[in-house]
């Protein structure tokens, strides 16, 4: 899951640009989303490589597998 890093939560997490790349058209090969707080203006960016089996994060935005703190 996404979160905000300072309000610590996914819900006011807006994607403010996309980018899905196909490299033989059928298989998403990459992924690549920025990330904008409504609350606070944080902003990050998140990023797949199929490749490397590698998922990344940069900016205002964590990656995490639990649940958010605030709801």
Same mark, same amino acid.
């Given at each position: 899951?996404?979160? #905000? +890093? *300072? #309000? @610590? +939560?996914?819900?006011? =997490?807006?994607? /403010?640009?996309?980018?899905? &790349?196909?490299?033989?058209? @059928?298989?998403? *090969? @990459?992924? /690549? !989303?920025? &990330? !904008? #707080? +409504? =609350? #606070?203006?944080? /902003?990050?960016?998140?990023? &797949?490589?199929?490749?490397?089996? !590698? !998922? /990344?994060?940069?900016?205002?935005?964590? =990656? +995490?597998? @639990?649940?958010?703190?605030?709801?």
């Amino acid at each position: 899951m996404i979160t #905000c +890093t *300072n #309000c @610590e +939560t996914p819900q006011f =997490l807006q994607i /403010t640009q996309s980018r899905i &790349y196909f490299e033989d058209g @059928e298989m998403i *090969n @990459e992924i /690549t !989303e920025s &990330y !904008e #707080c +409504t =609350l #606070c203006g944080a /902003t990050g960016q998140y990023s &797949y490589d199929d490749d490397h089996d !590698e !998922e /990344t994060v940069s900016g205002g935005v964590s =990656l +995490t597998k @639990e649940r958010p703190k605030f709801a």
